[in-house]
């Protein structure tokens, strides 16, 4: 079946940090790939998405590539802020669009 | 253009007591997603609906667990004879229409959150 594997957290950085968060999936067919971020007491906010192979998703200084070969999105960002603390998730959209997600993961940038 | 509309956003029950959740999708939208977020897990589908049919329901709970979607008013997910179990974050999500190779991504709303006492 479909699933997402992210890394475990909390990630905990310095601002201005270099951002990796892992993510790898499985899937059968070509799946869109999403990456969401949850601010404390909120809902879900679209990051970034690519929709298919070698596709780069970009947006407010974070970028995931759609890797067929090795199955991953990985997200990353150069400099993280304070601002960027929240959880992130890894989906994946499968049959009917249904997104499947990851665990999440809690990033704590430090000032 | 608002978004994902959720009421309420929280909703105390005691055990045994019916719960009512509320979603109106971004204008539209006529395809509407819920997932459950358990306490330190990531979302879980529950049921896919479109304007008064589901489509899917794959991820409901075959018991106490319903969903309507009709063609006036807002997406109700309903939660009969609550347990402690059903505490959690209930996130509605819409999207717009889509066929064949197209997917659209969802927008959420901010969710509701049920305490079963």
């Known amino acids: 079946g479909n699933s997402v594997t992210q890394m475990e957290g909390p990630v905990t950085l310095s601002e201005e940090a270099f951002l990796t968060i892992n993510c790898t999936y499985t899937?059968?067919?070509?799946?869109?790939l999403f990456w969401y971020v949850q601010y404390p007491g909120e809902g879900l906010q679209l990051l970034l998405k690519a929709t298919k192979a070698d596709d780069k998703g970009s947006n407010k200084g974070f970028e995931a590539t759609y890797r067929k070969e090795t199955t991953s999105f990985h997200l990353e960002k150069g400099s993280v802020q304070v601002s960027d603390s929240a959880v992130y998730f890894c989906a994946l959209s499968a049959w009917r669009n249904k997104l499947v997600f990851g665990a999440g993961t809690i990033l704590r940038v430090k000032s | 253009n608002a978004g994902v509309m959720q009421n309420p956003r929280h909703l105390v029950r005691r055990r045994g007591q019916e719960a009512r959740l509320r979603c109106s999708p971004m204008?539209?939208?006529?395809?509407v997603y819920w997932y459950r977020q358990l306490p330190e897990e990531g979302l879980k589908f529950m049921v896919y609906l479109q304007k008064e049919n589901i489509i899917d329901e794959s991820g409901m709970p075959k018991e106490r667990f319903s969903a309507e979607f009709p063609k006036e008013g807002p997406s109700i997910l309903r939660i009969q004879q609550v347990v402690r179990g059903d505490s959690a974050a209930y996130f509605c999500?819409?999207?717009?229409?889509?066929?064949?190779?197209?997917?659209?991504?969802?927008?959420f709303g901010p969710g509701t959150r049920l305490t079963v006492t």
């Open positions: 204008k539209g939208h006529s395809h």
């Open positions: 899937a059968t067919g070509y799946p869109s």
């Open positions: 999500a819409s999207s717009p229409s889509f066929s064949g190779q197209i997917k659209y991504e969802q927008y």
